[in-house]
């Protein structure tokens, strides 16, 4: 028997990355996974590989930033699939500059996306996860939810607010049994670069993504994998996870 076998996992942000991966791995430790992003196309190739291996997934387009959208995620959860065990909040942006180039439409974005969008879906999942009496929720967060440096400030706002709200969520949630873990990766080869517009911070960060040996979505994946899978008693709260190569 699979270790998550019975079990139901919601990720956002599953069409790419990081999201993509975990769903993926879930899946083959025996969870049914509902896999939650914008872009549909990308989703239904993931269902395809999920299915072709045997794994139960159900596909959601979910833009987080809409509470409705976000709360419908978690509904439909539910009623397709009779229970939300695992919530990874995974859905993401990362657009680096300098305060001082006032690119304030990225600011929102990166609120409305990394803290509001985990906040509305949280919000929907701890209501299930209370009335079953168990859950789990993994927010991802970042090294820049622990430090932050110039270009990176409103970034790792968002990723230190990630981290004070997993907090908080925890100790809410100890009578509940709902575990909480905060997974904060280094540099991941991923397209959250991609993203960056200001010239500036995309040679900044671009030593720290050309590294020889740069951490795969898989390695994020299965990290929360282990975190998901410890007995009811072990609560994993913290991961932070570099590439070997990487120093800050
Ligand atoms: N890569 C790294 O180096 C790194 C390091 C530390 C932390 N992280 C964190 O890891 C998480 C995943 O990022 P990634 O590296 O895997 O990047 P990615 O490949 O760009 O994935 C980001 C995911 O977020 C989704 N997303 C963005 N806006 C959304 C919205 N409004 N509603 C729903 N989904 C949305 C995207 O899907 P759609 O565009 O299809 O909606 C995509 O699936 C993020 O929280 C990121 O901050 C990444």
Redesign the pocket.
Known sequence: MAKLDGKVAVI??????????TAETLAAEGAAVVV????ED??NDLVGRIEGDGGRVLPVA????DEEQAHALIQGAKDELGSVDILV??????QLSKIEKGLSDEWRTMF???VM?LLYVTDAAVQVMKEQGSGHLVN?????GRKTRPGVGV?SGT?FAVNAISEALRQELIEDNVRVTM?????????????ITDEEAKEGIDAL?QLDDI?Q?ED?ANAIAYCVTQPPRVSINEVLIRPTQQAN
Do not use: F, Q
Not at 12 to 21: F, M, R, V, Y
Not at 36 to 39: D, F, G, H, S, V
Not at 140 to 144: D, E, K, L, M
Not at 183 to 195: C, D, F, Q, S, Y
């Open positions: 956002t942000g599953a069409s790419s990355g990081i999201g993509e991966a939650a992003a914008r872009r990308r989703l979910c833009d987080v930033t909040n995974n859905a993401g942006v990362m409305d996306v990394n969008g991802i967060s970042s090294v820049a970034y990723k997974i904060e990766p280094g540099a991941v080869e991923t397209e959250l670069p991609n993203h993504y951490l979505a994020i």
